[in-house]
């Protein structure tokens, strides 16, 4: 089940954290967060999985800036959450997806236990002009049932800004374990 906006608002400072919070934002079953001053933009052509890849830090002007299609850029909300007991979920407004940005690429499930910022996969389908502080997406909130393993990544959770892929570090743990798992049967 999704909780409704006037219980989002009723579980304020237990289970759910939304810093900054605007009652202005509250929707019937949804919150709207804001797009951030700062965008990254990704430096290889090519992006590897297995290593960190290069990217630039843009600031996102009063007066807006361009993105341009067939570029992914990462934003973040301006807004940090933390969640207990509930999984959040991240989806772009509608008002926006009707200008063809889309938000988020695949990462609009969140994990029971999240603290953070969001960071936000931004795909243009035609050129569009972004602005600072905009309510960009809306998170909602799914109850859950059974035993409650609250998230606890070292890549991504209690971020503090954008978050580029991480992926590299999981292999890392594949190669880690591959290499115990050959030491062991020697």
Not at 5 to 16: R, Y
Not at 61 to 71: A, F, I, K, R, Y
Not at 111 to 116: E, I, K, L, N, R
Request: glycine share 8%; charged share 20%; with cysteine.
């Amino acid at each position: 089940m999704i909780l409704t906006g006037q219980e989002i608002k009723a579980q304020l400072g237990t289970n759910i954290v939304i810093e900054p919070y605007d009652e202005k934002r509250l929707n019937p079953n949804s919150y709207n967060m804001c797009l951030h001053n700062e965008i990254l933009v990704y430096e290889e052509i090519v992006l590897d999985m297995q290593r960190p890849n290069r990217y630039t830090r843009y600031t996102i002007p009063e007066e807006g800036m361009v993105l341009s299609p067939n570029q992914l850029y990462l934003g973040r909300t301006v807004e940090r959450t933390e969640t207990r007991n509930l999984v959040p979920m991240l989806e772009g407004r509608s008002s926006i997806g009707r200008l063809g940005l889309f938000v988020h690429v695949t990462a609009g499930f969140g994990d029971v236990g999240f603290c953070g910022y969001w960071t936000l996969e931004m795909f243009a389908v035609q050129p569009i002009r972004i602005y600072p502080g905009v309510p960009i997406c809306q998170i909602f909130y799914h109850t859950i049932t059974g035993d409650v393993t609250e998230y606890a990544s070292g890549k991504y959770q209690r971020n503090h800004d954008i978050q580029p892929s991480l992926l590299y570090k999981d292999f890392d743990q594949v190669n880690d374990k591959q290499m115990k798992l050959g030491f062991e049967e020697k």
